[in-house]
Each structure stands twice: as structure tokens, then as C-alpha cells.
């Protein structure tokens, strides 16, 4: 749709016109919020408080930022929120890496383009749209989740979906599998009613969490999620956590795969977010072996970037000791010698957990050249396990 010659001036006819477009640039779901100051910013501070974002320390800059939407744009009236949904249905390949714990999973969202991207320049169309049919001036901005705005909220007030127990908004025809972008503005809008909680007595979510991440329904502890300990946490990942996290590498949507909201998930028209084949079923040994070159390559324009190399074969390591296949036993020893201590460290665990004698040559050999304070403890952990193993009759291999 070309933007309009002639300018509306009724909010009926605005709102839409900007819904119609907004369809075009294939956002499944839209609303409208009234810009005004928001509940959930206490809730927001208690949960920061309460040390649940990790070390994800730019979600703790700007708070009051976040508590009004005319603290980002002066004179906001109104929110146009809309969200762009992602491939939810597991491929042959998605299938296959669930139950093969030699290759790796990524959460849906990530096995495409990286979406900040393409969100960001739907949403520009958007406002350049907004801007052509409107008789005065518009002040606003747009925004993905990178920016200080409780998109949550504003979301379930425009009626795009309500919070569920897993943290995500959840959309009653079209499930959870979506992005969210939002567009404040000066403009005068009707606005959409806001969406009820259908969660009901269901616990699904929070029953099916590998890693016990959510205190309590509707609170998410970042911390012990696997998507954080897989993307945003830098260091060492906690031990008792790793086995929990299974073969994902990238992400996690398992609090997702279980709610029965998303049986019907709508799908995906954005051809940015098709899966790209080589991470639909990724062989763990391959991504332990990358080089810096390759990974670049690999996840050129896509959100792998986010953890860096070091970040993701951190992640690749746990997943190949928690295998439980003697196969995984040479490339992690080829791990021992990374450069970097992160990856060299998680792959001395991993060796721990599968044991046998070519696991524990390994890390004996690779003490003596080892300068690491932590890969040395991780390799001093990883020898007692196979030691205590051995001894009681539990090692994993001969």
C-alpha cells in the first residue's frame, strides 16, 4: 500500500488505515494502547530488585524510563503495538535435533534472521506511514525490545495477548510464538481493549522448566532460564544447571512447546524467519570445532552473534557432555585446548560427566599445560567425578 495523498483527520479512519498497512507489512497482530503511565513499572523494580535479571544490567538503566511512555516521547497519547510472528511448528530437522543429543537446539526464534533487524525496518515503514496520513506533524518513535518500554503491558492493554505463568504474552487465536514492536506517538487514537489472562489453573509451564526458573506463576528467575544461561550470561555457567539445560545451545522454548495455547500457533509469513538449514539439526561436534572465521559465517546477521564464539561453544561443550555418547569424548578433548578458558573449562565438565579412561588421560594430560586458575579447578572436578565413578561402579564408559 502506497502511503496516502489525502490526509485523515478522524482517529476511526487513521487507526484503520494504519491497522490495514500494518496487515501488509505482515504483522498478525495489532492494538492500541493509551500512553499512559504504567502498573507493571513496580512489579518491574521488585523483580530487579529481587536480583532476577542476572547480569543483564541494561535492563536496570532508565528504569523511570519505563514507567511512562511520555517520559520517551513528550506529548504521547497513544501506543500502536503490533506483533510479527515466528515458524513454531518443529521441522523433520527441529524434530531430529529433540531427540538426537548428539546435535544442538535452538530456541524457533533464533534458527532464522535476527529479528531486531527486521522488526526495526517493518517498524519504520509503519511510522513513515503514519507520518503521511496524519494533517499535523507526528511526534513519536518506534521501538523492538532493546529499548526501555514495558512492551508487555502496553501490549496487553492494546489486546495483543495477557502475561502468562511462563512470563510470555500469549494471544488466545494465534498462541505466543511472536515478536513485539510498539509505536509511540502523539497521535490521537481509539484505543483496543485490553486482553484477559486465560491461563486458568494450568501450570504446565511452569511444571515442565528443566531448571526450576519461575519462583513462583507469572515470574520469570533469569538466572536459572536456560535462554539466559545459553545467551545473555557471559561467565561460567552454575554446575548444578548444566545437566538440566539437555542439548539446547541457543535459547530454550520448552515453557512454550508445553502450553496448550500454542497447539494451534499461527504461522509465519516472514520469509527472514525460515530456518536456515544448517541450524535446524546442528552436529554438536561441528560447532565445537569452529574457528573464529567460521562461526562468523555461520551466524552472520543472526542472533548466535550474541553469546560470541566463546559464548555458544561454552554452551556446545555442556550439551556434548550431557549426550551420555562416547562419541562426544573427542571433541571435547579437542575442546581442551581452545583458546578460550570458557570453552576449555565446560569441556573438562563435560568430559567429567561421560567418564571412561580416554576422558580421564585427557584432562590429566592437559594439567600440565593449563594456566587457567578455573579451567584447573573444572578439570580437578571433572577427575574426581570420573574417579568417584569409577570406584562405585557408575562410570559412564570403560
Given at each position: 500500500m502506497e502511503a496516502q495523498s489525502t490526509k485523515l483527520k478522524r482517529p476511526q479512519d487513521l487507526v484503520r488505515s494504519i491497522r490495514e498497512y500494518a496487515t501488509e507489512l505482515g504483522f498478525g497482530l495489532f492494538?492500541?494502547?493509551?500512553?499512559?503511565?504504567?502498573?507493571?513499572?513496580?512489579?518491574?523494580?521488585?523483580?530487579?530488585?529481587?536480583?532476577?535479571?542476572?547480569?543483564?544490567?541494561?535492563?536496570?538503566?532508565?528504569?523511570?524510563?519505563r514507567q511512562r511512555p511520555d517520559n520517551l516521547v513528550a506529548g504521547a497519547?497513544?501506543?500502536?503495538?503490533?506483533?510479527?510472528?515466528?515458524?513454531?511448528?518443529?521441522?523433520?530437522?527441529?524434530?531430529?535435533?529433540?531427540?538426537?543429543?548428539?546435535?544442538?537446539?535452538?530456541s524457533c526464534y533464533a534458527l532464522g534472521d535476527d529479528?531486531?533487524?527486521?522488526?526495526?525496518?517493518?517498524?519504520?515503514?509503519l511510522y513513515?506511514?503514519?507520518?503521511?496520513?496524519?494533517?499535523?506533524?507526528?511526534?513519536?518513535?518506534?521501538?523492538?525490545?532493546?529499548?526501555?518500554?514495558?512492551?508487555?503491558?502496553?501490549?496487553?492493554?492494546?489486546?495483543?495477548g495477557w502475561w502468562?505463568?511462563?512470563?510470555?504474552?500469549?494471544?488466545?487465536?494465534?498462541?505466543?510464538?511472536?515478536?513485539?514492536?510498539?509505536?509511540?506517538?502523539?497521535?490521537?487514537?481509539?484505543?483496543?481493549?485490553?486482553?484477559?489472562?486465560?491461563?486458568?489453573?494450568?501450570?504446565?509451564?511452569?511444571?515442565?522448566?528443566?531448571?526450576?526458573?519461575?519462583?513462583e506463576p507469572y515470574v520469570l528467575d533469569a538466572q536459572r532460564c536456560i535462554s539466559y544461561l545459553t545467551i545473555e550470561l557471559k561467565g561460567s555457567i552454575p554446575e548444578p544447571l548444566r545437566a538440566p539445560m539437555g542439548n539446547w545451545i541457543l535459547g530454550c522454548d520448552i515453557c512454550q512447546q508445553v502450553c496448550p495455547w500454542n497447539r494451534d500457533a499461527a504461522?509465519?509469513?516472514?520469509?527472514?524467519?525460515?530456518?536456515?538449514?544448517?541450524?535446524?539439526?546442528?552436529?554438536?561436534?561441528?560447532?565445537?570445532?569452529?574457528?573464529?572465521?567460521?562461526?562468523?559465517?555461520?551466524?552472520?546477521?543472526?542472533?548466535?552473534?550474541?553469546?560470541?564464539?566463546?559464548?555458544?561453544?561454552?554452551?556446545?561443550?555442556?550439551?556434548?557432555?550431557?549426550s551420555g555418547n562416547p562419541a562426544a569424548v573427542p571433541p571435547l578433548i579437542e575442546a581442551l585446548v581452545d583458546e578460550e578458558p570458557l570453552v576449555r573449562g565446560h569441556a573438562a565438565w563435560g568430559l567429567g560427566r561421560l567418564?571412561?579412561?580416554?576422558?580421564?588421560?585427557?584432562?590429566?594430560?592437559?594439567?600440565?599445560?593449563?594456566q587457567s586458575e578455573d579451567v584447573l579447578r573444572e578439570i580437578d572436578q571433572a577427575l574426581r567425578r570420573i574417579v568417584e565413578g569409577t570406584e562405585t561402579g557408575s562410570s559412564q564408559q570403560e
Open positions: 492494538g492500541v494502547s493509551p500512553a499512559e503511565p504504567l502498573e507493571g513499572a513496580k512489579f518491574y523494580a521488585r523483580w530487579l530488585a529481587l536480583g532476577y535479571a542476572g547480569e543483564m544490567a541494561y535492563l536496570q538503566r532508565n528504569v523511570e524510563k497519547r497513544s501506543v500502536v503495538c503490533v506483533g510479527l510472528h515466528y515458524p513454531a511448528a518443529a521441522s523433520s530437522e527441529q524434530a531430529q535435533a529433540s531427540s538426537n543429543p548428539m546435535t544442538g537446539q535452538l529479528y531486531h533487524e527486521v522488526m526495526k525496518a517493518k517498524l519504520a515503514q513513515d506511514y503514519m507520518q503521511g496520513i496524519t494533517e499535523q506533524p507526528l511526534r513519536g518513535r518506534y521501538f523492538v525490545d532493546t529499548a526501555p518500554v514495558l512492551e508487555r503491558e502496553l501490549a496487553q492493554r492494546a489486546g495483543l502468562g505463568k511462563n512470563t510470555c504474552l500469549i494471544d488466545k487465536r494465534s498462541g505466543s510464538y511472536f515478536f513485539l514492536g510498539e509505536v509511540i506517538s502523539d497521535l490521537e487514537l481509539p484505543f483496543d481493549e485490553p486482553a484477559v489472562d486465560h491461563c486458568g489453573t494450568c501450570t504446565r509451564c511452569l511444571d515442565a522448566c528443566p531448571t526450576a526458573a519461575f519462583p504461522p509465519s509469513s516472514e520469509g527472514a524467519f525460515e530456518p536456515r538449514p544448517a541450524l535446524e539439526a546442528p552436529l554438536l561436534e561441528d560447532l565445537i570445532s569452529l574457528d573464529r572465521s567460521d562461526f562468523n559465517k555461520l551466524f552472520k546477521g543472526h542472533a548466535g552473534k550474541r553469546p560470541k564464539r566463546r559464548g555458544l561453544l561454552r554452551n556446545v561443550a555442556v550439551a556434548l557432555g550431557n567418564g571412561g579412561r580416554q576422558a580421564q588421560q585427557a584432562l590429566e594430560d592437559a594439567v600440565a599445560n593449563e
